[in-house]
């Protein structure tokens, strides 16, 4: 798996390429915590390049999930495919991640909250 990074005024996006599968060695999670020590709290994982994930990719998603939330940030799914949103649905995860079609949603998505007091 292949991680792009690039940022919008304080949003930092992760664009995902390839398998994120079992044998990544934590890359994903190790970045998150990077993220975080750097005082990131508001990121977009784009995984529409991402051709299949495994459990072991979904826990990466997880443990980056808590994370972020323990540093009171957020996680947010971007271009998530049919298999990847079934394996959500399936595992009940759906309710969990925020997902979007289009990456000016979900950066709008962090604006909004911050006015709703989210």
């Known amino acids: 798996m292949k991680i792009q ?31 975080i020590k750097a005082g990131s ?17 979904l826990g990466e998603l997880i443990a980056g999930y808590i994370a972020m939330q323990r540093a009171k940030g957020q996680i947010k799914l971007l271009n998530v495919n049919n298999r990847l949103n079934d394996l959500l649905i399936t595992t009940k995860l759906i309710t969990v991640f925020e997902t979007f079609d289009s990456e000016s949603a979900a950066i709008s998505s962090f604006i909004t909250e911050l006015k709703e007091g989210v």
């Open 5 to 35: 990074e690039r940022m919008l005024n304080d949003v930092v996006l992760l664009d995902l390429s390839g398998s994120f599968v079992i044998g990544e060695d934590g890359e994903f999670k190790h970045l998150v915590a990077t993220k």
């Open 41 to 57: 709290r508001k990121l977009i994982v784009n995984l529409a390049k991402v051709g299949h994930m495994d459990s072991s990719g």
